[in-house]
């Protein structure tokens, strides 16, 4: 789904909504979220987390939109949108939490955000060749 909406009065920008799985121990959670680009990690609410075992193996510091900075647990769970599934860094949220896919998420599983239609695209993965930089040809 895609919206236009306006940041801050003026800026349009668009708004992707995907529906995703998280797995962890063999079960899965189903959850609708949005896609936001500008975040690190995808995010899913603590229920959702303790519904399939995941639990925080480490904290990270993370800035919100408004500027305020929390700290969240961070597990790894495997994500499965479009029939594709690996394993990421999830940040558990609180129970109101609306979910969220970060860019994170979007490279692993190799998808990016078309700004125009607002839909996910596949797209390869990235190396930069370093010769010129290490001597090497890898």
Same mark, same amino acid.
């Given at each position: 789904?895609? +919206? ?10 668009? *708004? ?7 797995? #962890?121990?063999? @079960?899965?959670?189903?959850? $609708? ?21 995941? +639990?925080?193996?480490?904290?990270? $510091?993370? =800035? ?13 769970? $495997?994500? $499965?949108?479009?029939?594709? &599934?690996?394993?990421?860094? @999830?940040?558990?949220?609180?129970? *109101? *939490? =609306? ?14 955000? !078309? ?6 695209? &596949? ?5 930069? &060749? ?5 001597? #090497? !040809?890898?």
């Amino acid at each position: 789904m895609f +919206q236009g909406i306006f940041l801050n009065g003026w800026l349009p920008v668009g *708004e992707t909504r995907v529906k995703f799985r998280v797995y #962890s121990g063999g @079960v899965f959670v189903e959850l $609708e979220g949005l896609v936001d680009t500008g975040a690190t990690f995808t995010k899913i609410p603590r229920w959702a987390a303790s519904k399939i075992g995941l +639990q925080a193996m480490y904290k990270a $510091e993370v =800035m919100l939109g408004d500027g305020r900075t929390v700290t969240r647990g961070l597990a790894y769970g $495997e994500v $499965e949108m479009e029939g594709i &599934r690996r394993l990421v860094p @999830v940040a558990i949220g609180g129970d *109101e *939490e =609306m979910p969220v896919i970060g860019y994170t998420t979007l490279e692993i599983l190799g998808f990016k955000v !078309n700004p125009v239609t607002g839909k996910l695209e &596949r797209t390869p993965a990235i190396e930069l &060749r370093c010769k010129h930089i290490l001597g #090497s !040809n890898i």
